[in-house]
Nanobody, 120 residues
Framework: QVQLVESGGGLVQSGGSLRLSCAASGDTFRIAAMGWYRQPPGKLRELVATISISHSTTNYGDSVKDRFTISTDNAKNTVYLQMNSLKPEDTAVYYC?????????????WGQGTQVTVSS
C-alpha cells in the first residue's frame, strides 16, 4: 500500500503563487508516476499534471500549461506542484495521485485533497 499526504493549499489572490507538496510513504517502490488532479466546485475531477518517476517525463492539462510546474524529490518520495499566475478558475480541491507500476498491479492511490482558493 501507498499513503499520500498533501500540504500547501490555502487562499491566495489572483496572480499569486502557491506550492503544493505530496509526500508518499509505504510501498513507494510500487510507484511509476505521480501527479496532481483537481476538482472545482460542481465539476468533475480533471488532470493538472503528472510526472514519471524513472524519466521525469511530464504531462500538463491545457489550462495550466506555462503556469504550473510539477517536480519530484525522489529521495524524499515527494512531488511538488508550483502554481504561478493563479486565476480564480484554479479554485478547486487538489488531489495528489500515485500510479502503481503495472509490474506490481498498477493500482492508483489518492491523497485526501487540499483546498486551493484564488480570490479575484
Amino acid at each position: 500500500q501507498v499513503q499520500l499526504v498533501e500540504s500547501g493549499g490555502g487562499l491566495v489572490q489572483s496572480g499569486g503563487s502557491l506550492r503544493l507538496s505530496c509526500a508518499a510513504s509505504g510501498d513507494t517502490f510500487r510507484i511509476a508516476a505521480m501527479g496532481w488532479y483537481r476538482q472545482p466546485p460542481g465539476k468533475l475531477r480533471e488532470l493538472v499534471a503528472t510526472i514519471s518517476i524513472s524519466h521525469s517525463t511530464t504531462n500538463y492539462g491545457d489550462s495550466v500549461k506555462d503556469r504550473f510546474t510539477i517536480s519530484t524529490d525522489n529521495a524524499k518520495n515527494t512531488v511538488y506542484l508550483q502554481m504561478n499566475s493563479l486565476k480564480p478558475e484554479d479554485t478547486a480541491v487538489y488531489y495528489c495521485n500515485a500510479e502503481g507500476d503495472p509490474y506490481y498491479g498498477g493500482a492508483y492511490y489518492w491523497g485526501q485533497g487540499t483546498q486551493v482558493t484564488v480570490s479575484s
